[in-house]
């Protein structure tokens, strides 16, 4: 008599596992396919079944079904195909060395890097490591690339120099930091970080802005600045100083050195008035002690979903 392990180690007979297979055809049958909620009740009750007959693998009792001679495990093989269960995927990352560095990279964000390794890979008669030579910035690229944009400020002080450098290794790695947006939707991402309010039932219901998607909007509004071409530079000029000013005048959102980093790009790309430069002057924060306690406060994504990050009741 064949014997089946689960998960818990113990073994149990196909009866059991037939007993199993029941239950699921029950659950198939009771709620069937009509409505999305009873879709939803009947893949729940049937993921209670497997779970409670410690089944890992739903598909390998597909394959074990032959053991059973039941006639019925055809249904059953539609039930469980019907409902697509398959294991979860997990992004592949490639180990590759950029200069004396070692990385676990998921090379399809990064189209230089994923065409240099299939080059490489192809060309060795052996596997091998990949090595490729030192890359500016490539540690805070890659960290705009996994965890956002906004991470860039964070990752380099408020040098433009720097920031140069870094959009030149995002051009090098051919990565899109725009993703194809316009200048208009990049500003409109750039103002999502503020809060709105919705009427309902008499009452205003405050909306929470998306902080990390504003954050994003500055490193790309940045990027847009320093390598961007426009397509009207005088009307795109006053849309970008509009948007530098909104970015200086909400401290709240954007931290000390996306302000300044921001401002400096806009100064040396376009040419501003005497009154233009009286209105950033008007935001400009040049206290020591707050602009340390606002790097402070601007150190991981993960306080980005605190409700107190970055809201108006903090400096």
């Known amino acids: 008599m064949t014997k089946e392990?689960?998960?818990?180690?113990?073994h149990?007979?196909?009866?059991?596992?037939?007993?199993?297979?029941?239950q699921l055809e029950a659950a198939h049958r009771d709620h069937g396919d009509v409505g999305a909620?009873?879709?939803?009740?009947?893949?729940?009750?049937?993921?209670g079944v497997l779970e409670k007959a410690n089944v890992i693998n739903p598909i390998k009792l597909l394959?074990?079904?032959?053991?059973?001679?039941?006639?019925?495990?055809?249904?059953?093989?539609?039930?469980?195909?019907?409902?697509?269960?398959?294991?979860?995927?997990?992004?592949?990352?490639?180990?590759?060395?950029?200069?004396?560095?070692?990385?676990?990279?998921?090379?399809?964000?990064?189209?230089?890097?994923?065409?240099?390794?299939?080059?490489?890979?192809?060309?060795?008669?052996?596997?091998k490591e990949l090595v490729h030579g030192p890359i500016a910035h490539f540690d805070a690229a890659l960290k705009g690339i996994e965890?956002?944009?906004?991470?860039?400020?964070?990752?380099?002080?408020?040098?433009?120099?720097?920031h140069h450098a870094l959009c030149e290794?995002?051009?090098?790695?051919?990565?899109?930091?725009?993703?194809?947006?316009?200048?208009?939707?990049?500003?409109?991402?750039?103002?999502?970080g503020k809060n709105d309010y919705e009427l309902e039932y008499k009452y205003y219901r405050t909306i929470k802005g998306n902080k990390s998607k504003a954050r994003d909007?500055?490193?790309?509004?940045?990027?847009?600045?320093?390598?961007?071409?426009?397509?009207?530079?005088?009307?795109?000029?006053?849309k970008v100083h509009n948007a530098v000013m909104f970015l200086v005048s909400h401290?709240?959102?954007?931290?000390?050195?996306?302000?300044?980093?921001?401002?400096?790009?806009?100064?040396?790309?376009?040419?501003?008035?005497v009154k233009q430069r009286a209105g950033l002057d008007k935001w400009e924060k040049t206290d020591a002690v707050k602009l340390a306690k606002e790097d402070e406060d601007d150190v991981t994504t993960e306080e980005e979903e605190s409700v107190y990050y970055g809201s108006d009741y903090s400096d």
């Not at 392990?5 to 113990?10: P, S």
């Not at 909007?217 to 006053?238: M, P, Q």
């Open 12 to 22: 149990v007979g196909p009866s059991q596992s037939r007993a199993w297979l029941n």
């Open 5 to 10: 392990a689960d998960r818990g180690g113990r």
């Open 217 to 238: 909007a500055a490193y790309k509004l940045l990027h847009l600045i320093l390598n961007g071409k426009f397509e009207d530079e005088t009307k795109d000029s006053v």
């Open 169 to 192: 290794t995002y051009e090098f790695l051919c990565i899109d930091v725009l993703g194809g947006q316009s200048l208009n939707e990049v500003i409109d991402d750039l103002k999502s």
């Open 37 to 47: 909620n009873k879709g939803w009740k009947a893949t729940h009750t049937i993921h």
């Open 147 to 162: 965890s956002g944009f906004r991470q860039c400020f964070r990752s380099l002080p408020p040098d433009l120099g720097q």
């Open 63 to 127: 394959e074990e079904k032959a053991s059973f001679e039941d006639p019925k495990m055809a249904e059953v093989d539609g039930i469980l195909n019907g409902l697509k269960v398959t294991e979860p995927s997990h992004p592949t990352t490639t180990l590759i060395k950029v200069g004396d560095k070692d990385y676990h990279i998921e090379l399809s964000k990064i189209p230089y890097l994923s065409a240099f390794a299939d080059f490489e890979t192809k060309a060795q008669t052996q596997p």
């Open 251 to 273: 401290a709240n959102t954007f931290k000390w050195r996306t302000r300044k980093v921001v401002r400096a790009a806009y100064e040396e790309r376009f040419v501003i008035s």
